[in-house]
């Protein structure tokens, strides 16, 4: 009697303890980040690096962004691990080169900008990344009124 | 005798029979290709079955329509609005939604169960108001605590006053991640797989829960309570797990709805989804007192057919959009209060019965002795 | 002798528990908010004036409840029904052409045909679903009410004033009804007394119909009425026909609710279609539960004290709370309190559990 309720105390508190490993989990590789691509030159680290004439970027087998210089690209991504192609031009008319980078998120950036001159001509990371700050528009800080009374919404239900 | 029990059947499918009949008739008229007709059920089915199968184990244990399935959804969302803000994408976002909406609906469903322990007899009446009670509590939640006491960090989400969600929160990120998990297409029919999987799998658990120990005590208790009670089972206590188990399994439908749909509704998305599920499964042919796994799909089909096309053969006969809109909700009303009436009329004709049958018994035992 | 020993606090208990405690609750924060509103800055009169007002819209939809609840129907969820009554009597007024005070006397008029046809259906039905009265009582009100939606727009109304303007057809969502009924009870009599206001008319016209609600419960009728609501068997056994006793109890509850709605309609100067009727039951089940009613016990006394508080609460709580920290939680307020009130009731122990 006294033993099967232990072991039943047991079992609740090891599926309580996988339920929250899950969660953690999830916490780690569900992180989404938003990845801003630019082919521009750096501002801020004092050297000059070359602005290849056009860049292609590729994640997960699909082409992101086509970047021709002073443009700017993004795709989303999910967890920290980013692996990307890029096919640069350094001239118009040249052959592109491929090239797979592999690069590590911060956690705790929503929006992160990779400056590709920067990172291709092989600068640390504090030169390459840097952190999207998103502004919203006017039009998004207008005060939105809230509206709880859905007598009106009987009729709109998309089931 | 032959005859009695096929008018029986049409009497139990007459529900079922008449959406048939509309539907046959309003198909043609609305001009919609079956290919987007079964397109859109096919969607369908995947967005509302797992909400649906969550209302099939009150039934068991006699509490009838839980109405109160919306706090599961409220739930669900909570989970949902927070993943969001913590910006857990695609499937792990779901199923860290999941588990944070888990321990909510649990506590929303035993306190659900306590309060229709106190109000045996008018179960459906009080999770109906519990469903506007908790309404606003979730209301308080998510207008005023979100924000200053639950921490919302991004601005597309939180009111621009600084406190409370917005009307609509984009789940972007997770749209239909669920339903193209597993992409395949059949004859220009998109099949969510990886949905019919959780489905699947849901509809196995049910069955499986019926035969075991509780699912055999909650099946008792909803035959008889004092019964149940007389063989040493726990009602109250097997009542509130009913409920609980309910709104747990409410709360993970409403993440797999909304994974569909797309965005939350912050205030609106779940006030409206007891109804519309409790009518789709009337439709399918249960009744207050008994559901199977087959009513819930049935009730999808006819239901939904019956919405998709409604409205749009509601407008070609009368020239006017709004007719076949109110017509639909309308139509869901009225089921459920049929479903309603029957089962209290068949409740009464089986209680005189009853009556009938001791009085019997006790004339017979009287001339006896 | 033991209750002789009683004491003062235990009385006081005793009369507490007999209040209830969420109505003490209720009561108290009521009172709160009227001391709390000169201090905030809102003027006491004008907020006096507003309850007043509001009282007088709303004390016949409530008092609709009682007949029902003393029958032993329980309470009237399907007021909806009783409420497009009077809906069909005020644009059936207004499409004939009558205008000004006596647009009122003809649409409570033609709306009594109406409430008498669908109190009777109604009444037949709950007859036949002894027990379930609440929930079917519920269901039947939306299922009038989204029926009506569509009979809005195809019946053949053509006054100016109610339909589309665009499509000559379907009635409006909303109709004022300036030059026809607004404040037709209201403006009898009215008292002004710098920012106070009190519309006698309407009160009067309420406490007409409380009175006579409470002399009919004290007609061999209503007692017999009280009677089938304690104890159905009771009142069988002692010759009383109960089915028909429940009928008349169900058709007065949706005739009053039909005057209810008009008189709703004067004060507030709008006729409000489609959906607006939905869940105008909630609010006049919660009121007069609030009032100290149960789900089989409720006296005019109830109707008064309930409708006070609850439209206290409603006009007082924005105010107040906007004046005092700049944030209007009123209608979550109003929502958590009047249907934690209903699940009170709900759960309470009744005798005769229905």
Known sequence: MDKSKKRRLIYRIAALA???????????????????????????????????????????????????????????????????QLLVTKEKGEDPTRLQVGLTLPYSMDGIIINLPALLSGLDESAYLSEFVYVPSAEEMKDEEVITDDTDNQMNFEG | MKNKSIGDYLRRFSVPIMFVIICLICAPISGLSPNYLI??????????????????????????????????????????????????????????????????????????????????????????????????????????????????????????RGYGIRNTVSLLSMRQRLDNLIPLNIMGVKIPVATFIVIFLLCLVIIWFRKTKLGQDMRAVGQDMEVSKDAGIDVERTRIISMILSTVFAGIGMIIYLQNMGNIATYSSHSQIGMFCIAALLVGGASVDKASIGNVFLGIILFHTMFIVAPKAGTVITGDSMIGEYFRVFVSYAVITIALIMYETNKRKNKSKAGMQLALAQEQEEANG | ??????????????????????????????????????????????????????????????????????????????????????????????????????????????ATPFALVFGSGYGWLLNKIKGGEMMIATYVGFSSVSMMCMMWLLLPYHSPNMVWGMAGKGLRTTISLEGYYTQALASFLQINIGNLSIPTGAILFFALLAFGMWAFLHTKTGTAMTAVGSNPDFARSAGINVD????????????????????????????????APFYMALPAVSAILIGGATVNKATIMNVVVGTILFQGIVTMTPTVMNNLIHLDMSEVIRIIVSNGMILYALTRKTEGTR
């Open chain 1, 18 to 84: 996988v339920v929250l490993l899950i969660a953690a989990a999830m916490f780690v590789i569900g992180r989404g980040h938003t990845v801003y691509f630019d082919n521009k030159m750096p501002e801020n680290v004092g050297t000059e690096v070359n602005v290849p004439y056009k860049i292609e970027v590729v994640v997960a087998g699909k082409s992101v962004a086509k970047l021709k210089s002073g443009e700017r690209g993004m795709a989303d991504t999910m967890g920290q691990n980013f692996n990307m």
């Open chain 2, 39 to 160: 397109n859109e059920i096919v969607t369908r089915i995947g967005r509302n079955a797992f909400l649906i199968l969550s209302l099939l184990i009150p039934i068991m244990a006699g509490m009838g329509l839980n109405f109160s399935m919306t706090l599961g959804a409220m739930a669900g969302e909570i989970g949902l609005i927070l993943v969001s803000d913590w910006q857990i994408v695609g499937i792990p976002g779901m199923i860290l939604a999941m588990i944070v909406s888990i321990p909510i609906s649990a506590l929303l469903g035993l306190f659900c169960g306590k309060v229709l322990n106190m109000a045996k007899g008018r179960e459906m009446i009080t999770s109906y108001i519990i469903s506007f009670f908790i309404n606003g509590i979730y209301q308080l939640v998510v207008l005023y605590l979100m924000g200053p006491v639950i921490p919302i960090a991004h601005s597309t989400i939180k009111l621009p």
């Open chain 3, 1 to 110: 002798m033991n209750e002789q020993k009683l004491t003062f606090t235990d009385l006081i208990k005793t009369k507490a528990q007999e209040f209830g405690l969420p109505r003490l609750i209720i009561t108290g924060f009521l009172l709160l908010l009227l001391v709390l509103s000169p201090i905030v800055g809102a003027d006491l009169p004008t907020q006096i004036s507003n309850i007043i007002n509001r009282f007088s819209w709303n004390g016949i939809l409530v008092l609709a409840m009682v007949p029902m609840i003393h029958s032993g129907c329980g309470l009237n969820f399907g007021l909806p029904l009783g409420i497009i009554s009077g809906l069909l009597g005020a644009t059936l007024s207004i499409e004939l052409g009558f205008q000004g005070p006596l647009s009122f006397i003809m649409a409570a008029l033609l």
């Open chain 3, 244 to 275: 028909k006793i429940r009928m008349i109890s169900v058709v007065m509850s949706t005739w009053l609710a039909a005057i209810g709605i008009l008189v709703y309609e004067q004060g507030f100067g709008f006729v409000q279609l489609y959906m």
